[in-house]
């Protein structure tokens, strides 16, 4: 094996790490205060469209990674079941319908130029939510510092694989867990820290 895809292994197993306190502390607490539904539903598409990247690319991690993701989102979507409205339906099927023309028109070039801008799409609706609320109770901050390792390792596995969508998604994601974990440490202090 070389480093490369021992590198992508890791940040599979980092990127799914990642995304567990988040749900494990609302099925906890039950608080939603402070977390983006946009967000989330933003986040189950893009890991469909990350898992046909995965395949057309033949980047074992990357897909591996998507298809691990996709329950881990539903679940989260359950505990936000009751948050989720028309508009943040429309916005995922909006993004889903963007990957599809991406691929579409451009095939998996297309489709990989489009999940590039997946991390934005999937964290600005976060970094809005978490630069506006009085309370960000309901997060988990070990997901944010999950994300920061998250940012480096994927980011590096796609600067190894001249990977344009995974450097993007480094780049961006790195700067949405400082934001937030920044506006976590304005904010009191969470008593449930996970």
Known sequence: ????DALGWVGTALFLVRLLPQPLKLRRTGDT???AVQSSLNALVSDAGWLVHGVVTGLAPVWVAALAAIPIDCWMLWHLR?????????GAGLWAAALA????LWGRVGLGLVLGTSVVVNHAPQVWTALRSHSLTGLAPATWWFAMADALLWGGYGWAERDPALIAYGLVLGASSVTILAAIAVRHPDPHPT
Request: glycine share 16%.
């Open 101 to 104: 023309i991406g691929g579409a």
């Open 33 to 35: 205060t402070g977390i």
């Open 1 to 4: 094996m070389e480093w490369t």
């Open 82 to 90: 009751s948050r989720v409205e028309l508009r943040h339906l429309s």
